[in-house]
């Protein structure tokens, strides 16, 4: 299976889902990673003293490192304005999803569910884009996806570390990605290939958050019991 993942933001895929994109190219699916921002209005090109252009630049660089890391078979990152999505018109940002979709033609779908996890507004965007963009391709295109997969939380809302991290209710996961040692060791490496960003990978607590098990949504979809893999079931 071809699985396209989309995010807003330079380090949005280290974040959580690493160990499971990992797993599932050791599984033997195709991984690919659209990125929508170059994550360049980050407070840290402050303290680094860069500009938007360069932060934005530093911060491709890093996301190269991840790529080989995890062994994504593509990605790509665009250039529309971190933390700024709000303030796009949603019906071209729809056009410029739907544009990479087609090109890439994935069999799964993979973003945020509804409340981003960390209820960042670029990531409250990002769901709703991929979702409206997914369901306009189900009706128009015989080469659409065939599932979208919503990246989630298990348990409680954390606010230990510096974000606060939402979860979807036990009801909503309907599939697990149990991890390996291996998995999670990528994920390690992933974060570690954000050089510039390590002060906000240890307050936010990420590695105490991440588990070796990563839950997700599948929008529109009910099951009796949870899936035991991401392409189990998966719809015509």
Known sequence: MRILYIFPHPDDESFGPAPAMHAQIRQGHEVHL????????????FRLQLSKKEMGEVRVREMYCVKKVLGLHGMKILDLPDGQLKELNPIKLEEILEKEILEIQPDILVTYAVHG????????????????????????????????????????????GKFRLQASADEDIQFIET????????????????ETYQEIIEASGVKRVVTNHVPFELFGEKHGARLTSIDEKIPS
């Open 117 to 160: 996890v960390s209820g960042f507004l670029d990531h409250l965007v990002t769901h709703a884009i991929v979702k409206r963009t997914f369901c306009k391709l189900r009706e128009t295109e015989t080469n659409a996806p065939r599932r979208l997969a919503l990246f989630t939380r298990m348990g409680e809302t954390d606010t230990k």
């Open 179 to 194: 991890c390996t040692e291996e998995d999670m060791q990528a994920f390690l490496d992933a974060l570690d290939c954000y």
């Open 34 to 45: 659209l990125t929508l921002t170059k994550g360049e209005a980050t407070k840290q090109r």
